[in-house]
C-alpha cells in the first residue's frame, strides 16, 4: 500500500486490511509448515518399514490440527459487568464526567 493510500483510510478500512494482510499471512505460514510436513514424512516413512510408517499427525503437531471450541455470544449480564470494569481501567484524566 502506498503512503498515499494509507492517509486517506478510514479507521475502520485500515482495521480490514490490516486483519485481510494478516489471515493472508498466516494462510501462507500455515501451508509451509504443512509442506514441510509432508515433505518430512515422506523422507521418513520411505526409510521404514510398511508396518512401521509414522503417520502426519504424529509426527508433528500443529495448533490447528485440533478443533477450537467454538465462542458463544456474551450475555446480557456478562456484557453489563464488563461495562462495569471499564471506568476502572481508564485513567482519571479519560474518565466521563
Known sequence: ML?????????REFVNKLKGFNKRFEEGERAAWERTR???????NIQLPRDKSVSLGRLMKFP??????????LTNEEKEKMLSLFPK?????????
Open 64 to 73: 490447528w490440527d485440533t478443533e477450537r471450541p467454538e465462542l458463544r455470544p
Open 89 to 97: 481501567i481508564l485513567p482519571e484524566s479519560m474518565r466521563p464526567r
Open 3 to 11: 503512503p498515499d493510500e494509507l492517509y486517506v483510510l478510514e479507521l
Open 38 to 44: 509432508m515433505q518430512t514424512w515422506h523422507l521418513i
